[in-house]
């Protein structure tokens, strides 16, 4: 990644592992060995966000981070682990923003949560228009000063407002983006259709990863499961001509191969140009292992350009 020392973590062609629902809606014991059987296969990059997951009956928010540094205390891992959090939305207590004093405030508490001394990547969790992107950035710059995170990443930013902010941060000498983290999938929802905070990765902000060289995570890159689930169906505003399109080209690519779609949506980022790096969240080992398979595959470059033409596809 760029603009972020990794140290000897190697980031690339890996998948990073979503801990949003760890230690929470999936019971503890499952979520330690989910998280030991990541780490004895090579993973090291861990997502999660001082909200998750408050949302869970019982959680408050800084659930996911408190388990983490509850299993890397007993593992004694810290120095192998890339941890990434997040901060800028509401939770309970805690208002939505990305202002100086909400950044660090809520820095400190990961911090203390997670049981370590820098966060490896912080990122803001969505963008806050009444905030200066100014303002954001210089306390984000001074916390990586303090030596209490290592780089930065952005989340759910418009492609405008992100080119705005590499601009900003250069214009100041502050630290810049390293990566963006959106959501993105190989079905793609109809255009007219909004999530509350969520901002899809689109054409604009893939070119323009590509050539500032950043790192781009797709998050929710399974659909919650409905590629292969059977008991789960397609949401209605996923549910158009193009989908079902891209649904068969899978099923047809997955046939040809013996990898599973899922492994095949998987895949299809990972040898994408640039790469996305997928945050994975599963619930078991069975999804754990399918899913990290996916590392190992090499689309033959006919099945990356299909995939590629039906993504594409207007
Ligand atoms: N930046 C952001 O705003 C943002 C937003 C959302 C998430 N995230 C990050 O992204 C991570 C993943 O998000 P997500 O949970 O929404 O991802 P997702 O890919 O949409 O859904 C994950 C779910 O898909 C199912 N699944 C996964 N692998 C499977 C497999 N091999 N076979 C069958 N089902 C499978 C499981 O559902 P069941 O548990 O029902 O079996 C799993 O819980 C989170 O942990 C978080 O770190 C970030």
């Known amino acids: 990644m760029k603009n972020i020392n990794t140290g000897n973590i190697s980031l690339t062609n890996n998948i990073c592992l979503g801990a949003m629902y760890l230690g929470s809606k999936t019971d503890k014991l499952t979520s330690e060995k989910i998280l030991d059987t990541f780490t004895e296969n090579g993973g090291s ?5 001082n909200i998750y997951a408050h949302w869970i009956t019982g959680c408050k928010g800084g659930d996911s981070e408190a388990f ?8 004694k891992n810290r120095d192998k682990l890339f941890i990434a959090t997040k901060v800028g939305i ?24 997670l049981g370590v001394e820098t966060i490896d990547l912080y990122y803001s969790h969505a963008d806050d228009p009444a905030t200066p ?26 492609t405008e407002r992100f080119k705005k902010s590499l601009m900003i941060s250069r214009q100041n000498s ?9 959501r993105h999938s190989y079905l793609r929802p109809t255009k007219d259709f909004k999530f509350e905070t969520q901002v899809l990765a689109d054409e604009f902000l893939m070119e323009l990863c590509k050539y500032e060289n950043i790192a781009l995570l797709a998050y929710s890159p399974l659909l919650s499961g409905i590629f292969t689930s059977d008991n789960k169906t397609l ?3 996923y549910n158009t001509e193009q989908n079902r399109g891209r649904l068969k080209i899978l099923k ?15 895949a299809w980022m990972l040898n994408s140009e640039p790469p996305v790096i997928p945050v994975i969240g599963v619930s078991s080992l069975e ?3 399918e899913n990290l398979k996916a590392v190992e595959i090499k689309l033959d470059e006919n099945h990356k350009k299909i995939l590629d033409q039906y993504f594409y596809q207007k």
């Open 68 to 75: 983490l540094g509850e299993w890397i205390r007993k593992r």
């Open 174 to 182: 502050f630290a810049e983006f390293c990566c963006i983290q959106q």
């Open 252 to 266: 047809n690519i997955s046939g040809e191969t013996n990898f599973t779609v899922n492994q095949i949506v998987l």
């Open 133 to 158: 992107l100014e303002e954001t950035l210089k306390a984000f710059d001074e916390l990586i000063k303090e030596g209490k995170i290592r780089g930065i990443g952005a989340s759910n930013y418009n």
């Open 45 to 49: 990059f861990i997502d999660s966000a």
């Open 287 to 289: 999804q754990l292992e």
């Open 235 to 237: 949401p209605q505003f």
């Open 90 to 113: 509401a939770y309970p207590g805690v208002e939505r923003g990305l202002k100086a004093n909400q950044v660090k405030t809520e820095c400190e508490k990961s911090l203390k949560r």
